[in-house]
């Protein structure tokens, strides 16, 4: 015999991911639910667990899955050019996923597209001479800047087109002899997404020479 109810989508890992993190982009981590994820793929949730486990192994799969947007080369040459796209990389793949900085969850563990990512970024790491605990404390400083700095970017999108003096309350008072009242004045009519650009760009810069002045000690 057969059914003439309406045949169900034909489901697998690799869809449920990708309708996750398409939901994930568009709502948010804190708007996710199995139920929700199961009515826009029009399968019974049940069906969901069969694939991915629950809510939190399916959300850190997806962190996983972005992981591998980023990209790192193999350091044959220049390291300090594979270091710079590493870290643009990784911080476009935060502004396009920005729920990833809010995933915990136990056990937080690394999957296989993470670890490749890591793998190379130390590679890149110690063909810049960094050996022993200063691999760490390089790994932490490049995480830190790429995905601090795509998480204050996303904070302030609404703003992305506003001059940067725009952004002080009228009513305050900014001195204009302070550091700050300067540096508000000679920044003014510069848009806050082309301040953020530039400032990203200049700290690669220090960063690679912070690395390559920690190699030499």
């Keep these: 015999m057969t059914s003439d109810g309406p045949r169900q989508p034909r489901l697998s890992r690799a869809s449920v991911l990708a309708a996750a993190i398409g939901m994930l982009d568009e709502h948010g981590l804190d708007s996710f639910t199995m139920r929700g994820l199961a009515r826009e793929l029009g399968v019974p949730v049940t069906n969901l667990y069969w694939h991915v486990g ?3 192994q399916l959300v850190q799969a997806c962190r996983d899955a972005v992981s591998a947007e ?4 193999d350091p044959v040459d220049d390291w300090r050019e594979v270091i710079r796209g590493y870290l643009h990389s990784l911080r476009a793949m935060v502004l396009a996923h920005p ?8 056990p937080a563990l690394m999957g296989a597209h993470a670890l490749e990512v890591s793998r190379r970024a130390f590679a890149a790491m110690e063909a810049a001479g960094l050996r022993g605990d200063a691999l760490s404390h ?3 400083l490049l995480t830190s800047f790429a995905v601090g700095s795509a998480v204050l970017e996303a904070s302030t999108a609404e ?3 506003r001059d940067v003096d725009r952004l002080v309350d009228p009513e ?3 001195d204009p002899d302070s550091a700050f009242g300067r540096w508000l004045a000679s920044s ?7 301040l953020q650009r530039r400032d990203f760009e200049v700290g690669v810069g220090w960063v690679l020479d912070t690395l390559a002045a920690a190699a030499r000690r």
Excluded: F, I, L, N
Aim: glycine share 12%; no cysteine.
């Design 54 to 56: 629950g809510r939190e």
């Design 70 to 73: 980023v990209e790192v080369a």
């Design 99 to 106: 729920w990833v900085v809010s995933v915990g969850g136990s």
């Design 138 to 140: 390089a790994s932490s």
């Design 159 to 161: 703003d992305a087109h």
């Design 172 to 174: 305050v008072p900014v």
């Design 188 to 194: 003014a009519g510069q848009d806050v997404a082309a």
